[in-house]
């Protein structure tokens, strides 16, 4: 099963060097799927809620994504767009509608939002210019936190070229920001943090690095024309997916896939465009779990489907 799961766990074992158990990441595990034999170690999978969580997670950061994407096109052909109004861009929901702001911090250190845009909470990416005085509130607390996050990751990775994605909480607020990229061919993964603030974005609760470097992904043909039909990576110590891995094969198809997983470990977990999660026995080449697209877990008779001889594995 899968001739490119045995190309996989070769790129596994270079490893990204990510993810500590410092991470505090829920990790929550399950059983072992079954008795494993005297030559085999057994697999333990990441627990379903967070494979759940991170899918979930991920499908958010996507139409974040797509909204700024949108946003971001709609500044850029602007006939009065003033470059130095703005310094800072954030997406985020509220009520029945996402926005798209860009403003920049005044000398009192006040958020003064210079252009925004707004779509229905169902269409992020279908985005149209909004008059900032109708803004709701709570603006300046967001662009506080997203300000503090792109400068702290600006200086690990010295790239300006930075997406924050917000998610407004209970407790607070999370930002990612995630490494940006215009060229086609090279998608980069990796350089991406996870912060926590406090509700006014004044205190910082956490900084959590999800890779430790930069991984750059090529989907140039090579001398053959042929394309890379997927692209993988280790995790040290994290042995499972990350919703920023899942979002970025979402956001684009054009890397085919995604296999991630711990290189000491016989799981690796396939990332499809499509949102979903397979939990993947290298050895036996038999796939142990999978979340679908919908958040729900396909039957394990349903895995059981022997493959054709030579067959790979479809993510």
């Known amino acids: ?9 070769v790129a596994l074992t270079a490893g990204c060097r990510a993810h500590s158990s410092a991470t505090q990441v829920a990790v929550a595990r399950q059983a072992p799927v079954d008795a494993p034999d005297a030559a085999e170690s057994p697999v333990v999978l990441v627990a379903d809620a967070e494979l759940q969580r991170v899918q979930k997670r991920a499908r958010y950061i996507v139409e974040s994504e797509q909204g700024a994407i949108r946003a971001t096109d ?39 939002p210079a252009y925004a845009y707004r779509a229905p909470i ?6 149209e ?60 993964l990796g350089g991406d943090f996870r912060f926590k603030f406090s509700k006014d974005g004044r205190q910082q609760l956490q900084e959590l690095p999800l890779h430790q470097g930069l991984i750059p992904v090529s989907v140039a043909p090579d001398a053959d024309g042929e394309v890379p039909p997927f692209s ?40 499809s465009p499509d949102g979903t999660i397979r939990a993947v026995r290298l050895s036996r080449e038999e796939i ?8 729900t877990f396909a039957p394990p008779e349903a895995l059981k489907v022997e493959p054709e001889p030579g067959a790979d594995v479809v993510l």
Not at 247 to 264: E, I, N, Q, T
């Open 288 to 295: 142990l779990r999978e979340l679908r697209p919908d958040g």
């Open 74 to 112: 709609l500044l850029l052909a602007r006939p009065d767009l003033d470059r130095t109004r703005m310094n800072w861009f954030f997406t985020v929901p509220r009520g029945n509608a996402w926005y798209a702001v860009f403003g920049r911090f005044d000398t009192q250190n006040a958020f003064v």
């Open 129 to 188: 210019d909004f008059p900032v005085e109708s803004l709701p509130e709570g603006m300046d607390a967001l662009a506080r936190a997203v300000s503090t996050a792109c400068e702290r990751v600006f200086q690990v990775h010295g790239r300006k070229q930075l997406n924050p994605v917000v998610v407004e909480e209970d407790g607070g607020i999370t930002v990612y920001v995630l490494q940006g990229f215009d060229d086609s061919n090279l998608y980069l």
């Open 1 to 9: 099963m899968l001739r490119s799961l045995l190309v996989a766990v």
């Open 232 to 271: 993988a990576h280790a995790h040290v110590l994290f042995p499972g997916p990350l919703e920023t891995e899942l979002a970025l094969v979402m956001l684009y198809p054009a890397l085919g896939g995604l296999f991630v997983g711990a290189a000491d470990q016989d799981c690796v977990y396939a990332l």
């Open 122 to 127: 169902e269409f992020s990416g279908e985005m």
